[in-house]
């Protein structure tokens, strides 16, 4: 395969990984845009969240409460951080491999993106 998030969570790839457990990876993306950028992928390769199935709840639920352990972990918590999924061409997705973006340790500007 040439996903370089598979790559990563088969540690074919080194990363800064944070967590990790059966469902979920999660890493310090390599190009940050805020103090504490880290993404979080599923373990199973999923090209986006058009890719997610009812019978793939358990990885929902997981990413989400990734989110939440990743904001802890990096002291973000409290003060807030911002949540992204990029889905498709049209919604900026560079890496086909379902991914959110934890962004914080800086206040955030008000757009989009």
Not at 7 to 29: M, Q, T, Y
Request: hydrophobic share 45%; with cysteine.
């Amino acid at each position: 395969m040439h996903c370089i998030f598979c790559k990563i969570v088969s540690g074919e790839v080194p990363g800064h990984v944070l967590l990790r457990n059966e469902h979920v990876c999660a890493f310090r993306d390599v190009n940050p845009v805020a103090p504490s950028h880290v993404l979080i992928v599923p373990n199973k390769h999923l090209a986006s969240i058009e890719a997610i199935s009812a019978a793939e709840a358990d990885i929902a639920g997981a990413l989400l409460l990734a989110v939440k352990d990743i904001a802890h972990l990096e002291g973000i918590s409290e003060s807030g951080y911002r949540v992204i999924v990029n889905t498709g061409e049209d919604g900026h997705q560079e890496v086909q491999h379902l991914h959110i973006h934890v962004l914080g340790g800086a206040p955030m500007q008000h757009q989009l993106g």
